[in-house]
């Protein structure tokens, strides 16, 4: 196991004096705390001794009830039984790594990818290739060249990693012909499809496109979702769905982890949905992220220099900044420091080590004011040291 570059940088920007993107947090602003406290206290209050208790493996039934009511929008046919409440996605990745990942293993990504994920199968000692990705996702072309590649030596990667929606580390979505491309690809080669997809309902620009789970008619896309992003990510409550065959093992190896998820937030979160709060939740955060987004756009265009170049995401909590290829944003952060801005490097987000050039801006957790004065004191710092 190796720790996390990202832990490490992020200690310096926590200083007060320092603006910092580099975060991945939902705005606390946008926490429900008021409704949350009723719902808790009346909870304790008339069910506190289940509320209290161990609960299933699986997840408490009415928190998998509501939520297969909340995803029938995504997939008609999502039933309570098909869905598994786990503690964060984080888990989520850690269990599917654990029930498919033997060491050396191949495991596909994008280039760039989520750094938690790179951990995840880091741990289980896998061997992560990566593809990469331009504005509508992964290079599916460049995907089946290297199954067809690896065919041919008799190896056969154990799933296909994609986080398709606003992508973190860098905000692109994956475009629907290129959703529906991997797919046939994975057919093909009969290779399972990981979609980890926490920001999805936080689009604020642009068309919905189906998740690619929905377009799965082979059973072969495991999907993780979560509310960390939606409501607040100290619930540590996130969800898979996955085909029958995996479930049962994923079970297995979720009791072996921690038994159960809380069954306290989770009827905190029943509670909600059956209430018919996590729509306007949701609208709520569209339009404050919406307007965090464009304040950013609009002091990267005035104050970077033509050189530097950046993603415009329809949704979710990051775009992704590129400098010049013969800069490195790892070289610079100190001097970023220094300046008092923060980011985080891009090469953190890359399989292969690559990516110096690049870093992940954060616009949902620093203020309006916070996001221009940042930009302005990064785009200062880049132009001095070019
Ligand atoms: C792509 C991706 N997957 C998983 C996670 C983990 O989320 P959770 O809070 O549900 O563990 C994150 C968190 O930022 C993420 O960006």
Same mark, same amino acid.
């Given at each position: 196991?190796?720790?996390?570059?990202?832990?490490?940088?992020?200690?310096?920007?926590?200083?007060?004096?320092?603006?910092?993107?580099?975060?991945?947090?939902?705005?606390?602003?946008?926490?429900?705390?008021?409704?949350?406290?009723?719902?808790?206290?009346?909870?304790?209050?008339?069910?506190?001794?289940?509320?209290?208790?161990?609960?299933?493996?699986?997840?408490?039934?009415?928190?998998?009830?509501?939520?297969?009511?909340?995803?029938?929008?995504?997939?008609?046919?999502?039933?309570?039984?098909?869905?598994?409440?786990?503690?964060?996605?984080?888990?989520?990745?850690?269990?599917?790594?654990?029930?498919?990942?033997?060491?050396?293993?191949?495991?596909?990504?994008?280039?760039?990818?989520?750094?938690?994920?790179?951990?995840?199968?880091?741990?289980?000692?896998?061997?992560?290739?990566?593809?990469?990705?331009?504005?509508?996702?992964?290079?599916?072309?460049?995907?089946?060249?290297?199954?067809?590649?690896?065919?041919?030596?008799?190896?056969?990667?154990?799933?296909?990693?994609?986080?398709?929606?606003?992508?973190?580390?860098?905000?692109?979505?994956?475009?629907?012909?290129?959703?529906?491309?991997?797919?046939?690809?994975?057919?093909?080669?009969?290779?399972?499809?990981?979609?980890?997809?926490?920001?999805?309902?936080?689009?604020?620009?642009?068309?919905?496109?189906?998740?690619?789970?929905?377009?799965?008619?082979?059973?072969?896309?495991?999907?993780?979702?979560?509310?960390?992003?939606?409501?607040?990510?100290?619930?540590?409550?996130?969800?898979?769905?996955?085909?029958?065959?995996?479930?049962?093992?994923?079970?297995?190896?979720?009791?072996?982890?921690?038994?159960?998820?809380?069954?306290?937030?989770?009827?905190?979160?029943?509670?909600?949905?059956?209430?018919?709060?996590?729509?306007?939740?949701? &609208?709520? *955060? =569209?339009? @404050?992220?919406?307007?965090?987004? +464009?304040? !950013?756009?609009?002091?990267?265009?005035?104050?970077?220099?033509?050189?530097?170049?950046?993603?415009?995401?329809?949704?979710?909590?990051?775009?992704?900044?590129?400098?010049?290829?013969?800069?490195?944003?790892?070289?610079?952060?100190?001097?970023?420091?220094?300046?008092?801005?923060?980011?985080?490097?891009?090469?953190?987000?890359?399989?292969?080590?690559?990516?110096?050039?690049?870093?992940?801006?954060?616009?949902?957790?620093?203020?309006?004011?916070?996001?221009? &004065?940042? *930009? =302005?004191? @990064?785009?200062?710092?880049?132009? +001095?040291? !070019?």
């Amino acid at each position: 196991m190796k720790r996390s570059e990202i832990r490490e940088l992020l200690k310096a920007p926590r200083r007060p004096d320092i603006i910092s993107f580099a975060g991945g947090l939902p705005a606390p602003e946008t926490f429900p705390v008021k409704e949350l406290e009723e719902i808790s206290c009346q909870l304790l209050r008339e069910k506190g001794a289940t509320a209290l208790q161990y609960g299933p493996t699986e997840g408490e039934a009415a928190l998998r009830e509501e939520l297969a009511k909340w995803l029938s929008h995504e997939k008609a046919t999502i039933k309570p039984e098909n869905i598994l409440i786990t503690t964060g996605s984080q888990q989520g990745l850690d269990i599917v790594s654990k029930i498919f990942l033997d060491p050396n293993d191949i495991v596909i990504m994008e280039l760039p990818t989520y750094i938690g994920g790179l951990q995840a199968f880091t741990s289980y000692r896998a061997k992560m290739i990566g593809i990469p990705q331009n504005n509508h996702g992964m290079r599916i072309d460049l995907l089946e060249k290297l199954l067809a590649k690896l065919a041919k030596r008799n190896k056969k990667p154990k799933f296909i990693y994609v986080v398709p929606d606003f992508q973190n580390p860098s905000g692109v979505t994956m475009s629907l012909d290129r959703r529906k491309a991997l797919l046939q690809v994975a057919y093909k080669y009969e290779i399972p499809v990981l979609e980890d997809s926490p920001y999805r309902d936080l689009r604020f620009a642009g068309q919905t496109i189906p998740a690619i789970y929905s377009l799965d008619t082979e059973n072969q896309v495991i999907v993780l979702g979560t509310f960390s992003k939606l409501l607040c990510p100290g619930l540590r409550l996130a969800w898979i769905i996955a085909p029958a065959e995996w479930m049962d093992r994923m079970i297995v190896a979720k009791q072996g982890m921690d038994l159960c998820s809380p069954s306290y937030t989770q009827l905190i979160v029943a509670e909600f949905l059956k209430r018919g709060l996590l729509k306007a939740q949701v &609208e709520s *955060i =569209r339009k @404050l992220y919406a307007r965090k987004r +464009e304040v !950013m756009l609009a002091a990267l265009r005035k104050y970077m220099p033509k050189s530097v170049k950046w993603t415009e995401p329809e949704g979710g909590l990051f775009l992704w900044v590129e400098l010049p290829k013969k800069m490195s944003a790892t070289e610079l952060f100190p001097k970023a420091i220094e300046n008092k801005v923060a980011y985080v490097i891009g090469s953190a987000f890359h399989c292969n080590g690559k990516g110096h050039n690049t870093m992940r801006i954060n616009f949902s957790y620093p203020s309006e004011q916070q996001i221009d &004065e940042g *930009i =302005r004191r @990064l785009a200062k710092m880049i132009k +001095e040291n !070019m």
